[in-house]
């Protein structure tokens, strides 16, 4: 079978560990590496007079900030790109992560370096919103916001930071309704129906693209800052040597001609994509002598594509890839889910794209990012009703045949990107606390 890992690597998802670690401190009260945390208090809309004082503030000089990020990557890596920049701007500063307890969150976030918190009720919005599952919504949303409620009371932050996911919401409203400020990162095209009612409560709103700005009602609030992406991306890495990381016996009499395709399955799996690159990888790497192809099935769809996939020495397949910036670094061509941070990447590192937006993603978000990449950057956008090995195929031939297309998509792309998103973001939010 083929490769399927470059390097040994924790069981977990892993996520680029931070610049630097938090640093215990004697203020906080509250044990951060256990899973759940028990409310001691009610809550209440009023703020409490023994909790934040104007005294303890103007006494105590070391910043205190609250992410709430969980679910998935897309929401986890922009909190943690922030908090990173953070620490560069103040390596005293003290951030505390809040997130599920059973969410990718509980383990990524440790593993960047950070301390993290569980709340135990989450609250998830089923569809359609009138869903019989969703009765119990309102006595999950109290339930969870009691408990926030005395996370945030005994951190006491100076600001809170949400960037999405279902554990989001109850910590934002939470902070909100003890009047500590408050700023929500929407990585998306187009707001979901958290962060659009978040935007109410919020000091800023920070978006990916100036047209997000005209979907929040408040937009006075809003600033177009670009979707952080993680360090290892804004470090220059030469092709060659990302290459030979993935395929050492690549001659370097024949690296000029090569034309590597990366293929992201997403981090559990797209199966749509997953079985149209099996019905065409191994013809086109036979008729195509100088073709590469790095290809990330998803984690639980792995062992399957394992079985049914031909050995190549010019095939990588993996079940996750551990070192992206590497991967896009090789990459002339990407084939993608459009998940908003995957596309943020993919602006950022200049690459031409073809892009499957996912249908089962809340709120047609994915179909949204991909109409809006196709906009700005050309890139190709193939729905999963149209996808097949041939539509795939044809497309991947058309891209990487034409030397001036694949030029003048990398061009937009890099031209689309704000590859300062997360310092700017790190500065609005010091400029916050300070006012």
């Given at each position: 079978?083929?490769?399927?890992?470059?390097?040994?690597?924790?069981?977990?998802?892993?996520?680029y560990?931070?610049?630097?670690?938090?640093?215990?401190?004697?203020?906080?009260?509250?044990?951060?590496?256990c899973?759940?945390?028990k409310?001691?208090?009610?809550?209440?809309?009023?703020?409490?007079?023994?909790?934040?004082t104007d005294?303890?503030l103007e006494?105590?000089?070391?910043?205190?900030?609250?992410?709430a990020?969980?679910?998935t990557?897309?929401h986890?890596?922009?909190?943690?790109?922030?908090?990173?920049?953070?620490?560069?701007?103040n390596?005293t500063?003290q951030?505390l992560?809040?997130?599920s307890?059973?969410?990718?969150?509980?383990?990524?976030?440790?593993?960047?370096?950070?301390?993290?918190?569980?709340?135990?009720?989450?609250?998830?919005?089923?569809?359609?919103?009138?869903?019989p599952?969703?009765?119990?919504?309102?006595?999950?949303?109290?339930?969870?916001?009691?408990?926030?409620?005395?996370?945030?009371?005994?951190?006491n932050?100076?600001?809170?930071?949400?960037?999405?996911?279902?554990?989001?919401f109850?910590?934002?409203?939470?902070?909100a309704?003890?009047?500590?400020?408050?700023?929500i990162?929407?990585?998306?095209?187009?707001?979901?129906?958290?962060?659009?009612?978040?935007?109410?409560?919020?000091?800023?709103v920070?978006?990916?693209?100036?047209?997000?700005?005209?979907?929040?009602?408040?937009?006075?609030?809003?600033?177009?800052c670009?979707n952080?992406?993680?360090l290892s991306?804004r470090?220059?890495?030469?092709?060659?040597?990302?290459?030979?990381?993935?395929?050492?016996r690549?001659?370097?009499?024949?690296?000029?001609?090569?034309?590597?395709?990366l293929?992201?399955?997403?981090?559990l799996?797209?199966?749509?994509?997953?079985?149209?690159?099996?019905?065409?990888?191994?013809?086109?790497?036979?008729?195509?002598?100088?073709?590469?192809?790095i290809?990330q099935?998803?984690?639980?769809a792995f062992?399957?594509?394992e079985?049914?996939?031909r050995?190549?020495p010019?095939?990588?397949l993996?079940?996750?890839?551990?070192?992206?910036?590497?991967?896009?670094?090789?990459?002339?061509l990407?084939?993608?889910?459009?998940?908003?941070?995957?596309?943020?990447?993919?602006l950022?590192?200049?690459?031409?794209s073809?892009?499957?937006?996912?249908?089962?993603?809340?709120?047609?978000?994915?179909?949204?990012?991909a109409?809006l990449?196709a906009?700005?950057a050309?890139?190709?956008?193939i729905?999963?009703?149209?996808l097949?090995?041939i539509?795939?195929?044809?497309?991947?031939?058309?891209?990487?045949?034409?030397?001036?297309?694949?030029?003048e998509?990398s061009?937009?792309?890099?031209?689309?990107?704000k590859?300062?998103?997360?310092?700017?973001?790190?500065?609005?939010?010091?400029?916050?606390?300070?006012?």
């Amino acid at each position: 079978m083929a490769s399927s890992s470059l390097h040994p690597h924790p069981s977990t998802l892993p996520f680029y560990p931070s610049i630097s670690t938090p640093s215990n401190s004697s203020l906080l009260h509250i044990n951060f590496r256990c899973r759940t945390l028990k409310p001691t208090c009610c809550l209440s809309i009023h703020q409490s007079s023994d909790s934040r004082t104007d005294t303890n503030l103007e006494n105590d000089k070391t910043l205190r900030i609250v992410f709430a990020a969980g679910g998935t990557g897309g929401h986890i890596c922009p909190a943690v790109a922030i908090a990173d920049e953070l620490k560069i701007i103040n390596p005293t500063t003290q951030i505390l992560f809040i997130g599920s307890q059973n969410g990718m969150e509980s383990t990524s976030v440790p593993y960047a370096g950070y301390d993290f918190v569980s709340v135990p009720t989450t609250v998830p919005l089923f569809r359609p919103i009138f869903s019989p599952q969703n009765l119990l919504l309102p006595y999950r949303l109290i339930k969870s916001l009691i408990q926030c409620h005395s996370i945030i009371k005994n951190f006491n932050p100076h600001i809170v930071v949400g960037t999405g996911g279902y554990v989001s919401f109850p910590i934002c409203l939470s902070a909100a309704l003890q009047r500590i400020k408050l700023v929500i990162q929407e990585q998306n095209s187009v707001p979901g129906i958290a962060n659009w009612v978040l935007s109410f409560f919020a000091h800023k709103v920070f978006v990916a693209f100036d047209s997000t700005i005209e979907c929040f009602p408040r937009k006075d609030e809003c600033v177009a800052c670009g979707n952080p992406v993680r360090l290892s991306l804004r470090t220059y890495v030469s092709k060659v040597v990302a290459r030979l990381n993935f395929f050492p016996r690549l001659k370097k009499e024949d690296e000029a001609n090569a034309r590597v395709v990366l293929v992201l399955g997403g981090s559990l799996g797209a199966n749509a994509v997953n079985i149209a690159m099996l019905n065409l990888y191994y013809q086109m790497l036979m008729e195509k002598h100088n073709l590469f192809i790095i290809w990330q099935t998803g984690v639980e769809a792995f062992n399957e594509m394992e079985s049914l996939v031909r050995n190549h020495p010019r095939l990588l397949l993996t079940p996750f890839l551990h070192s992206m910036d590497l991967a896009y670094a090789a990459a002339d061509l990407i084939v993608s889910r459009a998940g908003a941070m995957t596309c943020y990447e993919i602006l950022a590192t200049g690459k031409p794209s073809i892009l499957i937006p996912s249908p089962n993603v809340a709120e047609g978000h994915q179909f949204k990012n991909a109409s809006l990449m196709a906009k700005l950057a050309d890139s190709r956008v193939i729905t999963e009703d149209e996808l097949d090995s041939i539509t795939l195929e044809t497309t991947i031939e058309e891209i990487l045949g034409n030397e001036a297309l694949m030029a003048e998509m990398s061009e937009r792309a890099l031209k689309a990107a704000k590859p300062g998103a997360s310092a700017d973001i790190a500065q609005h939010i010091l400029s916050l606390v300070e006012s």
